[in-house]
């Protein structure tokens, strides 16, 4: 029976991982709807090429910093339990992998591919597992010095700090580093519309990430003996609660519907296994009026250009779970208890340090050696043209 539930479990976190590698295919749909036409190509390439060059930087230096394993001994020995340790790599991966696929988001239409290339590889490499490991693997004491001062550790069952925090900080500091697209804004304060180029693309990279999450949040259990329909209920009405709030606060703008559900999602992850459905359902309604107000805010007001909104999305409504698991994990608000609200806000904060720090160190540095920034003659002529050579669709070359 031991060896059932060792090959079961590893079944179940490969499951897992699939779910999160095929989510991958949602950002890139996502980035691929909303930037211009011009920059399609860019956005798809940009996505499958950073989880390739995630995976060498997490499997050689992340995943160590972040558990202290290493692949480097015989295929005998890793074989072990089934190789459950490897699977749970390829599981723990699609997470970090997450990181620059949320960057790409917001620095989309003017970065540079190879400098992006290499921030991925900076990132995963030493920036998120250096979270991670505090986290999910008591590195450095932190845990056990939040438990005994609070009474409870930081809790985030499924990376709403870890993962989508860390990357909308990160990706915060790689957009001011960067500065808005050419013509985005006019000297005189007005504002250049930058629309969508495709509203069918944008639907569908949001629910192929919709449909993925639930693999996200639901497996990130690792064990089929610890998965809970909790955990899915929660999910679900987070997402409905995203959904609601963000049409009725967008004025029906689909690009804020499709973006609702992520919101909810977002702010979940941290709580899920924690909350009461009714909680979640707040949770997730707070995180979509949140991301509709700040998308608004940041783009029209403070004229930061964030093209996916990947700062309110990821990095707001992230933070806004971690201090939810917090509110509502409560026992007094029909959670499970076993979490303070003073960890979640310390957890979260040192999540959003740690971001900034990592990408303004990053980012900071291949500006200054590199170059981060495509020209304006490559940025007028779009990434697509300018990186890969080829257009989206061929009607000038079909013509002859």
């Known amino acids: 029976m031991e060896n059932f539930k060792t090959s079961a479990d590893v079944l179940f976190i490969l499951l897992g991982a699939i779910m999160i590698l095929a989510m991958h295919a949602g950002f890139a749909f996502l980035e691929l709807g909303t930037v211009r036409r011009k920059n399609q190509i860019n956005a798809l390439v940009k996505i499958l090429a950073d989880f390739a060059v995630s995976t060498l930087a997490y499997f050689f230096i992340g995943y160590g910093i972040a558990y202290g394993v290493h692949f480097f001994v015989g295929a005998e020995t890793l074989a072990q339990k089934s190789g459950f340790e490897l699977t749970k790599f390829f599981f723990l991966l699609t997470f970090a992998a997450a990181i620059p696929a949320i960057v790409s988001g917001g620095i989309a239409e003017r970065a540079r591919f190879g400098p992006q290339l290499a921030a ?35 809790h985030d069952f499924a990376g709403s700090v870890v993962v989508h925090a860390v990357g909308g900080w990160v990706g915060l500091a790689a957009v001011l580093l960067l500065g808005a697209r050419r013509g985005r804004y006019n000297k005189d304060g007005g504002i250049s519309a930058h629309p969508p180029s495709s509203i069918p693309f944008l639907a569908l990279g949001a629910w192929i990430l919709v449909v993925g999450w639930f693999g996200f949040n639901v497996m990130s259990a690792q064990t089929l003996d610890k998965v809970s329909g909790l955990v899915a ?44 459905p009714l909680g979640a359902l707040i949770t997730g309604g707070v995180a979509g009026g949140l991301f509709v107000m700040m998308f608004t805010l940041t783009q029209n007001r403070w004229k930061i250009d964030d093209v996916l909104g990947v700062w309110p999305l990821h990095g707001l409504c992230g933070a806004w779970g971690g201090l939810a698991a917090g509110i509502f994990g409560a026992k007094a608000l029909g959670g499970l208890g076993g979490v303070a609200f003073m960890s979640q806000l310390a957890g979260t904060a040192l999540g959003i340090t740690v971001a900034l720090a990592g990408g303004f160190m990053v980012y900071g540095a291949l500006k200054l050696f590199v170059g981060i920034r495509l020209d304006a003659e490559d940025e007028f002529n779009g990434a697509d043209l300018t990186v890969h050579k080829i257009s989206s669709s061929a009607e000038r070359e079909t013509l002859w």
Do not use: R
């Open 120 to 154: 991925t590889f900076l990132l995963v490499g030493f920036v998120y597992p250096f979270f991670e490991g505090i986290a999910w693997n008591q590195a450095y004491g932190i845990q056990a010095w939040l438990k005994s001062s609070f009474g409870e550790e930081f």
């Open 233 to 276: 209920m929660n999910s679900l009405m987070a997402m409905v609660g995203g959904t609601l709030v963000a049409l009725v606060a967008g004025k029906n703008d689909p690009g804020f519907v499709h973006n609702g559900p992520l919101a909810g999602l977002v702010a979940i992850c941290a709580g899920s296994d924690l909350m009461h």
